[in-house]
Nanobody, 119 residues
Framework: QLVESGGGSVQAGGSLRLSCAAS????????MAWFRQAPGKEREGVAR??????TYTDSVKGRFTISKDNAENTLYLQMNSLEVEDTAMYYC?????????????????WGQGTQVTVS
């Protein structure tokens, strides 16, 4: 089970940190990722971390940082310099393989989402 938290409303230029608490399996054995879906748009991959190596979609590079805390069994997404275009529902996902961020359907487990609104 994956449970996201940390979303909210923030002004442009601000920061938020999203959390995704995992239960039932250790995050250090999984590939994990953050996705987002804005109203009227398709879900898109934001960042992925396989073991310790992160990858990001171009639009968030230099602003977002994905990380895992193995002791807390939690995935994080630190979001800085937020833009209005970052407004979306954010979801965490996990898989024992490591699908590409473009292959959304290949990710096995999903959280329920947390809303981020930037104005």
């Amino acid at each position: 089970q994956l449970v996201e938290s940390g979303g909210g409303s923030v002004q442009a230029g601000g920061s938020l940190r999203l959390s995704c608490a995992a239960s039932g399996y250790p995050v250090n054995t999984l590939c994990m990722a953050w996705f987002r879906q804005a109203p009227g748009k398709e879900r898109e991959g934001v960042a992925r971390i396989a073991k310790t190596v992160p990858t990001y979609t171009d639009s968030v590079k230099g602003r977002f940082t994905i990380s895992k805390d193995n002791a807390e069994n939690t995935l994080y997404l630190q979001m800085n310099s937020l833009e209005v275009e970052d407004t979306a529902m954010y979801y965490c996902a996990a898989d024992r393989n490591c699908p590409h961020l473009r292959n959304i359907g290949d990710w096995n487990s999903w959280g329920q989402g947390t809303q981020v609104t930037v104005s």
